[in-house]
């Protein structure tokens, strides 16, 4: 079974949860609504297993989610490539390709005689989006997801991975005492970062000095079971993600890592900014008992303004 197949149930049923073309690929129809009308009403519906019926298959599944990335690309997969071929064990990279305009689907295509599987979505999910149909369709016990800019340096990887020996989930980290960060961010993206932080900690209670950086890895069994809940497609996924997972009682852990910003990053920090941090005030309040009576205006104002980040 190709990885298509493996996704075909979840990408079903994803349409008929979130209108991936709306506002720029981020379901902010739902951020303030319903908890019943938000989420999957039963995992079986949606394809996704429980974790105790989640088939083990020893290996890593790597996605890489890729918006307009022909240029990109090839160099983060022959940076990870060679790595990932030497560890002598089962994996597959699975590159989400998000509604590119460009050679992005064919680039990855290219290798694919090297365990490298093509996701294509006409229309764009959002960063967050691509990375979650990626998890929906991996099939190894490990998985995780790393920038198209390839981040951290491949021996990382293990580093990672071999956190889930005492862990649920390995959040790859930039502030961890023994990270190393090579070529740093601008301050006003730093600034920004650490303000994210605090909120993240105070509304959702996650204890992590990084929730963004792009390299994360977990098992296969807990992210599944918990991906009918993630409903932020954008670049504050991974709050959502992280929250539910520490809800399901998983066990988190932050690894410093090796870690360089790329200047060429598409980022487009003044415009993110505001939807990301009402992005983690939604998660908190989706949670909440008051989140069925949040007034459609609200919702309705969200979008005017910000549906397009």
């Known amino acids: 079974m190709d990885v298509g197949e493996r996704l075909a149930p979840s990408i079903a049923a994803d349409h008929t949860r979130f209108d991936f073309s709306h506002a720029g690929g981020f379901p902010l129809g739902h951020l303030f609504g319903s908890q019943r009308e938000r989420v999957f009403r039963h995992q079986s519906e949606i394809g996704i297993p429980s974790a105790e019926a989640i088939e083990h298959t020893p290996g890593l599944s790597v996605v890489v989610p890729a918006w307009n990335e022909e240029a990109r690309l090839p160099k983060t997969l022959e940076r990870y490539l060679p790595y990932l071929e030497a560890r002598g064990q089962p994996f597959e990279i699975i590159v989400v390709v998000d509604g590119s305009h460009d050679e992005t689907a064919n680039v990855a295509r290219a290798y694919a005689t090297r365990g490298v599987h093509v996701l294509e979505f006409p229309h764009k999910l959002g960063k967050g989006g ?17 920038d198209a800019d390839g981040p ?13 020996d005492q862990a649920d989930v390995a959040v790859g980290s930039r502030w961890a005492p023994d990270s190393v960060v090579t070529e740093s961010q601008p301050p006003f993206r730093i600034l920004a970062g ?3 932080n ?9 204890k992590l000095k990084d929730t963004q950086c792009g390299a994360k890895f977990m098992r296969r069994s807990m992210v599944q079971s ?8 954008n670049w504050a996924f991974d709050v959502d993600l992280l929250y539910h997972m520490r809800k399901a009682g998983a066990n988190l852990t932050e690894v410093g890592v090796t870690w360089r910003h790329d200047t060429g990053s598409k980022l487009p920090v003044m415009k993110i900014i505001p939807v990301m941090f009402f992005s983690v005030i939604g998660v908190r309040l989706m949670n909440l008992p008051i989140s069925d009576r949040v007034p459609r205006k609200m919702i309705d104002w969200f979008v005017a303004n910000y549906g397009t980040a």
């Open 226 to 233: 918990v991906l009918h809940q993630v409903t932020l497609s």
């Open 130 to 146: 691509a990375v979650l149909q990626g998890l929906r369709a991996a099939k190894y016990d490990v998985v995780g997801y790393l």
């Open 198 to 206: 605090v909120l993240s900690r105070v509304l959702l209670g996650l």
């Open 194 to 196: 650490r303000a994210f």
């Open 152 to 164: 951290i340096v491949p021996a990382e990887i293990e580093r990672l991975v071999g956190a889930l």
